[in-house]
């Protein structure tokens, strides 16, 4: 096996690793596991595109995800656009314009298999294909916040100062923030599609581990929500709002995997 078929799914091994040692530590073992969760993510998709898709895909990636992910997060602190007034706490490690530096690394972890996912779910070259497969990507990267703001929040790594209107049950995060992610979600995969160009589009069997990474985190977010953090509410809306994008998607795996 090539060396760009092993390193990704050792690195998704380890992730996985990881996130299950998650709920059985606490305190500050559990901030340091939450960092080196995040960075390994990082790794994992960033390797995963400079191996599968080249050194211009990877550059993209991290200059929209990681790049853009610093800058709207330190709008976001600065002035409250476009995700509401928050505040980090001192807990995730260094800092940079307020923002602690996993945070952009988390959105490139995610953008990238979300990316992949959508053009896995939305084929075609057509300008309104185009636009439906920016459309999916969106969804599935702003639909994990729905596990991920809830679970930070708890841990008290941020805080909201103003949470009205909140989703039932998730009473610490306003619904504002989830629009904005959206929001973000669309420029970030808008300019992968522009800038990218067709090699980003293209898709191969040596994607799989992005596969796995997806719709693992959709599984063992849910679990752990549900199970082992005490939050059935952010389980529940997790679990139907990444669901829009992970349950068809593994519908369509098993079924290609049948033909």
């Not at 050792?10 to 960092?35: C, E, K, N, S």
């Not at 001192?90 to 602690?100: D, I, S, Y």
């Not at 779910?121 to 969106?138: E, K, P, S, W």
């Not at 980003?200 to 063992?220: E, I, K």
């Amino acid at each position: 096996m090539s060396l760009r078929r092993r390193l990704p799914w050792a690195l998704l091994a380890l992730l996985v690793l990881a996130q299950i040692g998650y709920p059985l530590t606490a305190g500050t073992t559990r901030a340091g596991l939450t960092v080196a969760t995040v960075v390994i993510g990082f790794g994992l998709s960033v390797s995963h595109a400079l191996l599968s898709r080249g050194p211009r895909t990877a550059a993209v990636l991290v200059a929209v995800t990681t790049g853009g992910g610093l800058a709207v997060e330190a709008c976001g602190v600065a002035t409250g656009f476009p995700f509401g007034g928050y505040d980090y706490a001192g807990t995730l490690g260094p800092k940079l314009l307020g923002v602690p530096l996993i945070i952009p690394l988390a959105w490139t972890w995610m953008a990238w298999p979300a990316w992949l996912v959508a053009v896995r779910l939305v084929r075609g070259a057509a300008a309104r294909i185009a636009v439906a497969r920016i459309a999916v990507a969106a969804v599935a990267l702003a639909s994990w916040d729905l596990f991920l703001d809830p679970q930070m929040v708890a841990e008290g790594h941020w805080t909201w100062l103003d949470t009205d209107p909140a989703l039932p049950g998730v009473p610490d995060i306003p619904i504002g923030n989830y629009l904005g992610w959206l929001a973000v979600a669309l420029v970030m995969m808008a300019l992968l599609s522009a800038v990218g160009g067709g090699r980003v589009h293209r898709t191969d069997p040596v994607d799989a581990p992005m596969y796995a990474l997806y719709l693992w985190t959709y599984a063992s977010s849910v679990l752990a929500h549900a199970v082992f953090l005490g939050l059935p509410a952010s389980a529940g809306w997790g679990g139907l709002g990444m669901g829009l994008v992970a349950v068809p998607f593994a519908v369509a795996l098993i079924r290609a995997r049948r033909r």
